[in-house]
């Protein structure tokens, strides 16, 4: 990611519609600094840079929805499946958690690596079943859920499920997605800032 410059602060700014003194407010500097830096007349340390970049960028509106980060189709088990079974589709996939659905394809729970290893600690894992294995399902998200509301449900959740409208699973988000798009989108904007006809 390159280091912006002041021309590239200031339309980023304009563009969200904050005054320099808004923007100083929030970052804890002057407006006057502000606007030296954005004339280029300084050069601020780069912590400096950051600490507005951030603030700015944390005023993006990210209107896309979660069906334009999770992953599909999913791989998922059925509730009757062997345990041996599921495992290997995990480890065939280089997964680390799936859904469990019934016989009519809707979500009943998932299963995570770290359960399974508590699960065969204390039992034959040849005798266990999907169901056996399966905790509550994550969050469950629509298609149409906005990436942001994605964006905060998984600071508390490591995945989150999208279905429709029958309960029946078509996506799956895990933070790693989440953490790319929005490092593939703000590298983006920052890029389209440096013409003059970007952002």
Known sequence: MFTPRGRDIKRLREKL??????????????????????NEKIDPRLSTINRILE?????????????KVMKSPVISATDNESLPHVFELMEKNNISQLPVIDSNGIIKGMIYDYVILRKVISKDPLSLKAKDVMIQPPPLLRRTTPIEAAMKTLTKNQVVVVIDDKMRPIGIITRSDIIKYKMYTTNSILWAAEEPNGI
Do not use: H, M, Y
């Not at 603030?55 to 069906?67: C, K, M, P, W």
């Open 55 to 67: 603030e700015l960028l944390n005023n993006l509106s990210f209107s896309e929805t979660v069906e």
């Open 17 to 38: 519609g904050i005054s320099q003194t808004e923007l100083a407010k929030r970052v804890g500097i002057s407006q006057s600094f502000i606007a030296k830096i954005e």
